[in-house]
């Protein structure tokens, strides 16, 4: 399905007029933007995320933007534009572990719920229920308290921020899966497998399974978003990743809030653009992705009405 979406690209770009081009193009845009500046970035960072000095000595603490730093330095004398950039990937870390964590169990059980039925069905239903009532961020906190008493290392703040976060996306993605598995195991190709003998694990994974993900790729791209902002919720509260283990951009803005009271904005705003482009990129682009994918909703594209609209307007005129 995502190899589909993406081969409609071009397409869409030549034929979408409007609004969803513009979300489609700027969503990509910022997107292909923060990928690469995760992959990439860290390579061409001016320093570490935790340098505080380089041959000419110590960086110094709350340093204007200059020739040295470009985008300042914090109270703690690092690099912003540094750990701006490094921040990137530790942001694409977390979308990663949140589908790791949660696209795969959310799948299987979802597939096995829609599949048996019976008991099974009604259990992982109702349990899906009840983890909807826990909210991530709180949920998050908890289990870095539960990790590392608060103070986290790299793998310990994304841990704790991937779990809560796939807590709250489990559900999302088994019930999705479920309702397409329940779907596709009525049609007649499925019925044509148990009659010539193929056993339930073989009509599951090699008929249903590739007829009821489809629209993963979708939900899990608008998801990543959360996945970020949860991550850095954590690290603005004062619970996330410590600055010598990972630079983190909720845990740079916790620490310019005084700073902007006393008129430094530079230690501020980097992060906060980071977190800001990012979550609009990757809502953008799962919106767009939405509309690719539903026949539906291309009308919002421009595109002309079809020709029996046309042809009973014209006899309403007559």
Excluded at 24 to 53: D, E, M, N, R, S
Excluded at 255 to 284: E, F, K, Y
Aim: glycine content about 12%.
């Amino acid at each position: 399905m995502a190899l589909v979406l993406v081969r409609r690209l071009p397409l869409r770009l030549r034929t979408g007029a409007g609004v969803q081009r513009a979300m489609l193009l700027t969503g990509a845009a910022l997107t292909a933007l923060f990928v690469l500046t995760a992959a990439l970035g860290p390579l061409f960072a001016p320093h570490g995320y935790a340098q505080l000095q380089d041959g000419h000595g110590l960086f110094g603490s709350q340093q204007h933007p200059g020739a040295a730093h470009p985008l300042g330095t914090t109270i703690a004398g690092y690099d912003v534009l540094s750990r701006t950039v490094w921040g990137a990937r530790t942001a694409l870390l977390i979308i990663l572990a949140a589908l790791l964590l949660s696209v795969v169990p959310g799948t299987v059980l979802g597939l096995a719920s829609g599949y048996l039925g019976g008991r099974l069905d009604r259990l992982l239903v109702g349990l899906a229920d009840a983890l909807y009532a826990f909210p991530p961020l709180l949920l998050a906190i908890v289990m870095s308290l539960v990790i590392s008493g608060g103070r986290s290392s790299l793998v310990g703040g994304l841990g704790a921020a991937a779990c809560s976060v796939a807590v709250s996306f489990v559900p999302q993605y088994f019930r999705v899966v479920r309702a397409e598995v329940i779907r596709v195991k009525a049609e007649p190709f499925v019925d044509a497998a148990r009659v010539i003998g193929a056993g339930p694990w073989r009509i599951m994974t090699r008929h249903v399974l590739r007829n009821s993900v489809r629209t993963l790729p979708l939900i899990f791209t608008i998801n990543a978003s959360e996945a970020i902002l949860t991550l850095a919720g954590l690290g603005f509260l004062g619970f996330g990743i410590e600055p010598n283990s990972a630079a983190e951009w909720g845990y740079d803005l916790n620490r310019s809030v005084a700073d902007v009271t006393s008129g430094i904005w530079w230690t501020a705003v980097p992060p906060g653009l980071g977190i800001v482009l990012t979550v609009l990129g990757t809502t953008l682009l799962g919106e767009s992705l939405t509309d690719l994918a539903d026949p539906r909703l291309r009308r919002r594209t421009g595109a002309p009405a079809p020709a029996t609209q046309k042809t009973e307007k014209g006899g309403d005129d007559d």
